[in-house]
């Protein structure tokens, strides 16, 4: 399966739609928490994307590790974000992966990080 780089800045405003929670793999009586290579536990993050107007779509976005801070409603930022194309018999769609998924840093945060008198303004 190839991975496609996508550039997170062309996608507007990125939002937690649906808190992170463990992924689960097998059927209903055999359901087991999935996870990587190295034995992190993968999330998944739905992710509300809305880019002009109006138009909202929500994305599912898998990221090992527990995406510390990340509750809904939540502005977030999606590190190395990958999409994947995948088929399955009949069924085909495309899955979304990341480095990272972490809170935005809030407007009242930046201003306090920037040097005095230098938070904006003539």
């Known amino acids: 399966m190839?991975?496609?780089?996508?550039?997170?800045?062309?996608?507007?405003?990125?939002r937690c739609a649906v808190a992170p929670e463990p992924k689960m793999t097998g059927l209903d009586q055999n359901k087991e928490v999935k996870?990587?290579?190295?034995?992190n536990?993968?999330?998944t993050v739905g992710v509300m994307v809305r880019q002009d107007g109006r138009r909202v779509s929500v994305?599912?976005?898998?990221?090992?590790g527990e995406p510390k801070g990340v509750?809904?409603?939540?502005?977030?930022?999606l590190?190395?974000?990958?999409?994947?194309a995948w088929a399955m018999g009949d069924r085909h769609g495309?899955?979304?992966r990341a480095n990272a998924i972490t809170p935005?840093?809030?407007t009242t945060a930046a201003a306090a990080s920037a040097p005095a008198g230098k938070t904006g303004g003539a």
């Open 71 to 77: 509750v809904e409603g939540v502005e977030v930022r």
């Open 41 to 43: 536990t993968i999330w």
């Open 104 to 106: 935005a840093p809030t």
């Open 35 to 39: 996870r990587d290579r190295e034995g």
């Open 59 to 64: 994305i599912e976005v898998a990221v090992a």
């Open 94 to 96: 495309i899955s979304f």
């Open 2 to 14: 190839q991975s496609i780089p996508v550039d997170t800045t062309r996608l507007g405003v990125l």
């Open 79 to 84: 590190t190395g974000l990958e999409a994947f």
